[in-house]
């Protein structure tokens, strides 16, 4: 997408698409992509079309999702769900991510090849989210269905189609998380669901289905974006042997490497916002009601803020990127996400000495928001 980026940026920063649906402004400018996230005269809203009965409990969860919310709802929930989450990413969590990261490569070392997305970089953020919520190890195969379904209803590229599936699906979590409630009310367990269900009773400030939207937005969260953010990593070291070589010989440099990441093919690429009111951004007017497009992935490849932006540099600093968002909706799991990744690609780095790529054209998925790979073949023999 990087070549359309920058002749759309070349074009205008604020461009208005008539060839998207619902049509809109794309924003790939850095300075106005951060901007309007930071401006409260641009909201977010519910964006799934009322027009079938099969899409109601979608549309319940989703209304009652922070990411779709506005203040002061927003401001509240937000609230409540980081004091249930923050005092679980701990050292505790690293050391468990990082047995979890052994574990899987234990299990994959005497083939001498491996998928990974599918053996390493989706299963281990989804043991961690899975872990983090107290969600049993034998549901877990369930929920990878379940959140690729939900991702594509907030994709561009959703249809009728998928927008029912999503519908069928949210009505089986709805009830999922209500038995599960109902288990820790009983039983409370040191995870994220009991402190929440402890942090509501405390202050009654969450209703059951902010409650049940909240645990759906975590766990989509979780398999969706990290896998991305460690597959789209490798796959950037991998093309780039100087780098990899230089995080080898320094693995002090993962910070920096992972940020560089998040910048060079950010797992979200996208996200919507509308005007509450007429705006004028860089000389544009924006009417009330019209829909933004902005594109993360565009911003973060701004050559009036990063120098030689299609170049991967993992020392690159500073790297101000707009990977995580910016504003009130900055991303909740963002310490988490870093976490996870840092672990995941150092832990890969120094268990497989030889890692080479086994196809010189990876697949990514069809999505348009969110770019990630559909799998990534490599081996790891001398
Ligand atoms: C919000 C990206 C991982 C939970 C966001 C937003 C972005 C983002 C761009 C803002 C969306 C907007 O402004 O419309 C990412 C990326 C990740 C990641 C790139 C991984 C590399 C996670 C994880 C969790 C998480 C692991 C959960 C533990 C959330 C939540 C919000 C959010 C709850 C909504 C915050 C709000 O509306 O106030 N994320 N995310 N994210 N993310 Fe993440």
């Not at 909201?43 to 979608?58: G, T, V």
Request: overall charge negative.
């Amino acid at each position: 997408p990087y070549p359309f980026y920058h002749e759309l940026r070349a074009t205008s920063p604020v461009h208005w698409l008539s060839s998207v649906q619902p049509e809109g402004w794309f924003i790939t400018g850095y300075k106005e992509a951060a901007a309007i996230l930071k401006d409260a005269r641009f909201e977010k809203r519910m964006r799934i079309p009322q027009i079938s009965q099969a899409y109601e409990p979608l549309v319940q969860i989703q209304k009652n999702m922070m990411l779709f919310q506005n203040p002061p709802d927003h401001t509240r929930l937000r609230t409540l769900t980081n004091k249930a989450l923050s005092p679980f990413i701990t050292g505790s969590l690293q050391l468990y991510i990082e047995e979890t990261a052994q574990e899987l490569l234990a299990q994959v070392k005497e083939a001498g090849t491996m998928d990974l997305i599918s053996d390493f970089a989706f299963p281990l953020p989804v043991l961690v989210i899975a872990k983090l919520l107290g969600v049993p190890a034998e549901d877990r195969a369930q929920f990878r269905e379940w959140a690729s379904v939900m991702v594509r209803t907030i994709d561009l590229s959703r249809t009728a189609t998928t927008l029912s599936a999503g519908g069928e699906m949210a009505h089986k979590l709805i009830d999922y998380f209500h038995c599960l409630f109902t288990q820790r009310r009983k039983h409370p367990q040191d995870d994220v669901i009991s402190a929440l269900l402890a942090v509501r009773e405390q202050e009654d400030k969450m209703n059951e289905e902010e409650l049940v939207a909240t645990c759906i937005l975590l766990l989509v969260a979780g398999h969706e974006t990290t896998v991305n953010l460690v597959g789209n990593g490798m796959l950037a070291l991998l093309r780039h042997p100087d780098q990899l070589h230089k995080l080898r010989e320094a693995p002090a440099l993962i910070s920096t490497a992972v940020e560089e990441f998040l910048r060079y093919e950010s797992p979200t690429q996208m996200t919507v916002r509308f005007a509450a009111e007429d705006v004028e951004i860089g000389n544009v007017l924006i009417r009330k009601d019209e829909q933004m497009y902005i594109v993360l992935g565009a911003a973060n490849r701004d050559p009036s803020v990063f120098p030689k932006p299609d170049q991967l540099d993992i020392t690159r600093n500073p790297n101000p990127h707009l990977a995580f968002g910016a504003g009130i909706h900055f991303c909740l799991g963002a310490l988490l996400a870093r976490m996870e990744a840092r672990i995941a690609i150092n832990t890969l780095l120094h268990q497989l000495p030889y890692l080479h790529l086994e196809s010189v054209t990876p697949q990514w998925r069809d999505l348009v928001g969110f770019r990630g790979l559909q799998s990534l073949p490599i081996s790891f023999m001398e």
